[in-house]
């Protein structure tokens, strides 16, 4: 069974642009988690997408968003890129289940680097 | 809101030594998960072990075990017989009922010497 995919691996951006990442999750999966991973603030959950609805959503502002498409891969865009938003972004899916100890798997991670 | 804290930004062990990582969490919710997570050098994040907060028996994955101490708010992981392998940033993860979103502690490094 794949595990979770996220492209592209590397990006390098200047700051004022946008940038889209994206999320593949395990085949039946149907939640897709962002989490934004960096040196001074950790690991910090952005949003969390489920059949195609935000069902949860972290403390970032309105350049962060994103969205989920009917086969369940999930997209995130930064907008207006600072060099504060160079981080490693990483997803996670899980079969989306709210009860239950519901397992999170987590893909490789994109490195954005704003320059 | 609920807060995770890993204390030790730093452990060493020797290979085939007994080791344990501390993580303390706040919280005012009665259910909940709470997780550990290796993340190599290679950054892909890997689930060591889980522990549902109604079980009171200490979950246990091969050389993993945790010690889960509900009413300090309190959830170790030993790794036993360790392995040049284990060498990575453990995290410790607290998740709510009814709730994805996992929320992290800032993670100990486990370096591990032969």
């Known amino acids: 069974k794949a595990g979770v995919t996220q492209t592209p691996r590397y990006l390098i951006k200047t700051r004022g642009q946008q940038v889209t990442l994206s999320c593949s999750p395990i085949s039946g999966h149907r939640s897709v988690s962002w989490y934004q991973q960096t040196p001074g603030q950790g690991l910090q959950f952005l949003f969390e997408?489920?059949?195609?609805?935000?069902?949860n959503k972290g403390n970032f502002p309105g350049r962060f968003s994103g969205r989920q498409f009917s086969n369940s891969r999930s997209e995130m865009n930064v907008s207006t890129l600072e060099l504060g938003d160079s981080a490693l972004y990483l997803c996670a899916s899980s079969r989306g289940g709210l009860a239950g100890g519901n397992e999170q798997f987590f893909g490789p991670g994109t490195r954005l680097t704003v320059l | 809101a609920q807060t995770v804290t890993q204390s030790q930004p730093e452990m060493s062990v020797q290979e085939a030594e007994t080791v344990t990582l501390s993580c303390t969490y706040d919280t005012s919710e009665s259910d909940y998960y709470l997780f550990w997570y290796k993340q190599p050098p290679s950054r892909q994040m890997i689930l060591v072990i889980r522990?549902?907060?109604?079980?009171?028996q200490n979950a246990t994955e091969n050389r993993f075990s945790v010690n889960f101490q509900k009413a300090a708010k309190s959830f170790s992981l030993k790794i036993s017989d360790s392995q040049l392998g284990d060498a990575a940033m453990y995290f410790c993860?607290?998740?709510?009922?009814?709730?994805?979103?996992?929320?992290f502690g800032t993670g100990t490094r486990l370096l591990v010497s032969p």
């Open positions: 522990q549902e907060a109604y079980k009171q």
């Open positions: 997408y489920f059949s195609e609805t935000q069902r």
């Open positions: 993860a607290y998740r709510s009922e009814g709730f994805q979103k996992l929320v």
